[in-house]
């Protein structure tokens, strides 16, 4: 039976985060021995999930196995698995939608790898206990979400000086509170982290924005920046654990 993955993200006109969707599907592909591996967007721009499952079934796929693309549960990711249904329903497609990303405790490793990185790249030679992380995350109305990403600041507080959180909307603290309140700790370093799956507009523009409000009057060499979660094979692993945990259920 010809397989095929669809990944669903809530939507963006930023070219990277195009980019970096087309190569974590085109690793699953070859990882996951899919026929067939895209994605699509439930708002903003094409290809909208209509269209995503079209291209699917016209590239030759029998079963469709499709994920949202979320880092947590919430009203959007509701919106895109309901439409989901409905048109694979409608089409009279084999089908199975798995879970989305959220509580996956390999998230919480990529999160430390991002700020293993941020200390290896500005030769911080402090242990991780001596360093203080900040975790940004978009934010949402949607309780759910806010604990989903709870999650993974209490799951990475134990190892280091201390752990804290922010939101870049939605929700409270927000980041100029989030840095304010770290910075009062007087840190020998704090490293912000921005949950973020993709580099979009949020990553280029209105985090850094945010970030740059609450330094401006203070001392930004205790500050460092880690990257966004991005590409990596380890969220890959977690796409592809998602996938089989519904296709096992289906005999496929």
Known sequence: ???ALLL???GS????????LHAICTIAK???NYHFSSYAFLEVTPPYIEEGINTCVKHGAEFLTIMPYFLYPGLKLKIAVKQSEEIASRMGLKYAITDCLNYHSTFVDIVRDRISEVKQREKIELSDNECHILLIGHGSSDKDARNAF???ADSIRKNYKNVSFCFLELDKPDIVEGIQQSLANKPKALILVPYFLHRGAHIKHDVREEVDKALKNSNAGRAYMARHLGVDDKIVDVVLERAREVEKRFGV
Do not use: A, F, P, W
């Open 1 to 3: 039976m010809k397989k």
């Open 8 to 10: 669903l993200d809530r």
């Open 13 to 20: 006109k930023e070219q990277d985060v195009k980019d970096e």
């Open 30 to 32: 070859e990882r996951g």
């Open 150 to 152: 709870v999650y993974i």
